[in-house]
């Protein structure tokens, strides 16, 4: 994995935009890492935000489709995400509905609630708002963060 890590950050850009689009998928993958090495080589910390964000909400928008055209049978078996964490998911989205998407950015949940928010046809202009939302704080407190060690 580090040896991917280390390709990603050689992209620039391209392999922040392409990390956060897995990141932001079912994916078990971690964005952040790729980001903070950008940032601390140099480049420019808007731009870093833009493309990670931008990927990271692509991942999140397939997650959606997926749920959307999908069976909780087939989600759970060929997605590897747990019926427990995705009845989870819906519970809250019942409750809260497509504002559910702002918490996107959360590891390993924030995939389930995606994918609910997909299962629940739940409104797409407001669901892709609000996540779109939730994973731009994240970038920016990520830069934020990783400036404060630097």
């Keep these: 994995m ?3 890590l280390e390709l ?3 992209w620039g850009y391209g392999g ?3 990390g956060a689009i897995l990141a932001g998928s ?3 993958f971690n964005s952040e890492s790729v980001m903070a090495a950008l940032y601390v080589a140099g480049l420019d910390p808007w731009a870093l935000i833009f493309w990670g964000s931008l990927g990271n909400i692509i991942g ?5 489709f997926i749920g959307r055209m999908g069976k909780m049978e087939w989600i759970e078996r060929y997605l590897k995400v747990k019926r427990e964490k995705l009845e989870r998911a819906q519970r809250w989205v019942t409750k809260y509905g497509a504002w559910m998407g702002l918490l996107a950015w959360i590891p390993l949940l924030g995939s389930a609630i995606t994918v609910a928010l997909g299962l629940m046809r739940s409104n797409i202009p407001l669901t892709f708002t ?3 939302i939730g994973k731009i704080a994240r970038y920016v407190l990520v830069i934020y963060g ?3 060690f630097i």
């Design 16 to 18: 922040l935009f392409l």
């Design 146 to 148: 990783t400036s404060l």
């Design 26 to 28: 079912v994916l078990p």
């Design 60 to 64: 999140s928008v397939i997650n959606y």
């Design 8 to 10: 990603l950050t050689q």
């Design 2 to 4: 580090d040896g991917f």
């Design 130 to 132: 609000a996540i779109s």
